[in-house]
């Protein structure tokens, strides 16, 4: 892997993490384009790193609040936090009995497309239904643990490569009364246990191979990431207020159409 190679993959992973059009699908893809291996599978997982930093920064008054939960007693960081944490162990349970099946089978072109397309259709059809339903929550302090257990539930759907982590809480929460500022804020702040345990995981069990010339590429791809990530969140959250979710389906079903096509000319292989 490159230099060039490693800013162009923390590009598309900090962009792309946040907003429900799939991280790990366009890494996939992006892989596929670059004509690099499978051995920089690990490191795609480890530039996340930058994107959760950015997450971290972006709603650091909220980090604040579940940190004065630990060490103040303050109750709404408390429920916060235990929030996040119900719905972080769904996928994580999921993610650890079934990461070594996931990988082999999934992690393709092909299956990113069909997830790409069938999440973009499903993000419009609820955006749609949920339009004339008027929301029941409108902050994160107010929500019940109820409620994260089953945001934590869809989180599973993102175990699918090209599904999207953001598009299957945010959508979960929205089908469970979030409105869509309050579900996007849930979705990002999961992020923070849900990616930082996975890349934590991922050093730990590759960490051998983060020695020598992959050392200067993931020191990039993480500051790309990083930079890229905070860009997404701040742009996302004001296209989210002004034309909502649609959009982003739409441009699902066309990339994933995309891919389909590229696929049956041999241009990417699966």
């Given at each position: 892997m490159t230099v060039l190679d490693a800013v162009i993959l923390g590009i598309v992973e900090g962009f792309t993490e946040f907003i429900p059009v799939s991280s790990t699908g366009h890494l996939i893809l992006?892989?596929?384009?670059?004509?690099?291996?499978?051995?920089v599978d690990t490191y795609l997982i480890t530039i996340q790193l930058g994107a959760t930093l950015a997450v971290a920064i972006y709603?650091?008054?909220?980090?604040?609040?579940?940190?004065?939960?630990?060490?103040?007693?303050?109750?709404?960081?408390?429920?916060?936090?235990?929030?996040?944490?119900?719905?972080?162990?769904?996928a994580a349970v999921v993610g650890l009995l079934l990461s070594d099946t996931i990988e082999r089978l999934f992690f393709n072109p092909l299956?990113?497309?069909?997830?790409?397309?069938?999440?973009?259709?499903?993000?419009?059809?609820?955006?749609?239904i949920m339009k004339r339903r008027p929301a029941r929550i409108d902050a994160v302090d107010v929500v019940k643990p109820a409620d994260a257990l089953l945001v934590g539930f869809a989180q599973c759907f993102a175990l699918w490569p090209g599904m999207s982590r953001s598009m299957s809480t945010i959508v979960g929460a929205q089908l469970r009364g979030f409105s869509n500022q309050t579900a996007a804020d849930f979705s990002f702040l999961l992020a923070l246990p849900t990616l930082g345990a996975a890349t934590l995981y991922s050093l730990w069990k590759d960490?051998?191979?983060?020695?020598?010339?992959?050392?200067?590429?993931?020191?990039?791809?993480?500051?790309?990431?990083?930079?890229?990530?905070?860009?997404?969140?701040?742009?996302?959250?004001?296209?989210?207020?002004?034309?909502?979710?649609?959009?982003?389906?739409?441009?699902?079903?066309?990339?994933?159409?995309?891919?389909?096509?590229?696929?049956?000319?041999?241009?990417?292989?699966?």
């Open positions: 992006t892989k596929s384009f670059l004509n690099l291996s499978d051995s709603y650091r008054a909220r980090v604040v609040q579940m940190l004065g939960g630990i060490t103040k007693g303050d109750r709404d960081g408390q429920r916060l936090l235990l929030n996040l944490l119900i719905a972080f162990l769904p299956t990113v497309a069909l997830a790409l397309v069938v999440g973009g259709i499903l993000m419009i059809a609820i955006e749609r960490r051998a191979a983060f020695g020598g010339d992959m050392l200067l590429p993931g020191t990039v791809g993480i500051a790309v990431s990083f930079v890229s990530g905070w860009l997404a969140v701040a742009w996302f959250l004001r296209i989210l207020k002004r034309v909502g979710m649609e959009p982003f389906g739409w441009y699902r079903i066309g990339a994933g159409i995309i891919v389909l096509g590229l696929w049956l000319m041999g241009r990417i292989t699966v």
